[in-house]
């Protein structure tokens, strides 16, 4: 008997559900990885400072996000271009797919879609076929009756989901939403840049996430590099301090105003690592622009905030807090450690 094309689509579907829909051991492949990476990589040497210097250096006030998974070993949600139809972080925190979209860009600029809500987060998991942070798709979200458009959160780009291949949290909805309407969207000038950045065929899935009913306890933080900044280094490791989200928010560190520049790094640990917003005073003045707590350092690259020069004599001591906020209340159910790490620049 014939068999149509949307028959034969059913069919494969039917007989593959079982597959897709089994969740995926992460802990299993975790283990598998880490032990690859220990035969793999060696302790951090010398070396591997001068290139964590070489990618970390940002400008004073402002944080940049470098590509590289944590030490954890955290392996990503969407193994080889997958969008599958469930999936557990490491926290315990579960994912279903409610949606799924195409956005084929070099033919269409943009697709809209409508999700049926639960009244749980959502997020969105890209399959990217591109990681240029200039060509990412625009994401919006749109609910009857509200004028704000919502957008992805932390920052409202895929960049960071497409580099650590794991969802991007969606900004709460209001309370009482049942179905928000979804449009991505291709940059301007997609057609006009180099063939290695242009936009393909992206596909994408919406998923609705439940936070643990239990919440497990934090892993260990990981440690601050000793130093950065080549060879000699430009900055030392004079202290730092670490506690577990979300028992405490807030991470206070006072040193000594010596006279020399200063320089610190804050990062999370844990799947709340680049989903939570930090807020940084130092001397009790807000820094500007630091929007995620991203995740640790590691010998591929990182994150730090320069002070400047030198404070004046007067000033005796320097305060630097960090203190985490969850836009979304459901981060509370997520444990998570948070670091500060405090630098001086050597004579």
């Not at 590509?67 to 994912?95: C, K, L, N, W």
Request: proline share 10%; aromatic share 6%.
């Amino acid at each position: 008997m014939p068999i149509n094309r949307r028959d034969l689509h059913d069919l494969l579907e039917e007989r593959s559900r079982p597959a897709v829909e089994r969740p995926i051991p992460w802990e299993s492949l975790r283990t598998r990885v880490r032990g690859v990476r220990r035969r793999r990589f060696t302790a951090v040497t010398a070396v591997a400072v001068a290139g964590f210097a070489a990618v970390a250096v940002v400008a004073s006030g402002s944080l940049l996000n470098l590509r590289g998974p944590d030490e954890d070993g955290q392996i990503a949600a969407s193994v080889a271009g997958q969008i599958p139809a469930q999936f557990q972080e490491a926290d315990g925190t579960v994912y279903r797919r409610v949606a799924t979209a195409t956005l084929d860009a070099p033919r269409k600029k943009s697709v809209t879609f409508d999700v049926e809500m639960r009244g749980k987060p959502l997020a969105v998991l890209a399959d990217c076929p591109t990681e240029s942070m200039f060509m990412m798709p625009h994401v919006t979200v749109q609910v009857t009756g509200v004028s704000k458009v919502f957008t992805l959160s932390p920052v409202p780009s895929l960049s960071a989901g497409c580099q650590s291949n794991r969802p991007v949290d969606v900004m709460p909805l209001p309370a009482g939403t049942r179905r928000a309407t979804f449009t991505v969207e291709a940059p301007k000038g997609f057609e006009n840049v180099a063939p290695h950045e242009r936009l393909e065929r992206w596909r994408f899935g919406v998923y609705e996430w439940t936070p643990p009913a239990t919440m497990k306890a934090a892993s260990p933080p990981a440690e601050p590099p000793a130093a950065f900044g080549g060879r000699p280094p430009e900055f030392n490791l004079i202290t730092k301090k670490s506690d577990t989200w979300p028992a405490t928010r807030e991470v206070t560190i006072t040193v000594p105003n010596t006279g020399r520049p200063l320089a610190f790094m804050a990062y999370c640990g844990g799947d709340i690592a680049g989903r939570l917003t930090s807020e940084v005073r130092v001397n009790g003045r807000l820094i500007k622009g630091l929007l995620d707590c991203p995740a640790a350092p590691t010998n591929r690259g990182g994150a730090y905030t320069d002070l400047g020069g030198p404070k004046p004599r007067s000033q005796k001591t320097v305060t630097i807090q960090v203190r985490l906020v969850a836009k979304i209340p459901e981060y509370r159910q997520r444990p998570g450690t948070l670091t500060v790490a405090v630098y001086e620049r050597p004579r």
